[in-house]
């Protein structure tokens, strides 16, 4: 083999291998970003549920309320 033939193959396995680097760290990036979309969605989901709660607390109370003005006024 000459010079030339090593370097360049050399050149090329250099390339390869940034390019594996690189691809590697992409799909680590796109990973990492899906698991902070799923991180929101769940966050999103806990506040809904905690504001129908909310919602039932507050229609509970009111209804609570009218028996109790219902029974006074009797």
């Given at each position: 083999?000459?010079i030339t033939?090593?370097?360049s193959?050399?050149?090329?396995?250099k390339?390869k291998?940034?390019?594996?680097?690189?691809?590697?760290k992409?799909?680590?990036?796109?990973?990492?970003?899906?698991?902070?979309?799923?991180?929101?969605?769940?966050?999103?989901?806990?506040?809904?549920k905690?504001?129908?709660?909310?919602?039932?607390?507050?229609?509970?109370?009111?209804?609570?309320?009218?028996?109790?003005?219902?029974?006074?006024?009797?």
């Amino acid at each position: 083999m000459t010079i030339t033939t090593t370097a360049s193959m050399a050149k090329k396995k250099k390339k390869k291998k940034k390019k594996k680097k690189k691809k590697k760290k992409k799909k680590k990036k796109k990973k990492k970003k899906e698991e902070e979309e799923e991180e929101e969605e769940e966050e999103k989901v806990e506040e809904e549920k905690e504001d129908e709660e909310e919602e039932e607390e507050v229609q509970t109370k009111n209804e609570e309320e009218k028996k109790k003005k219902k029974k006074m006024k009797k």
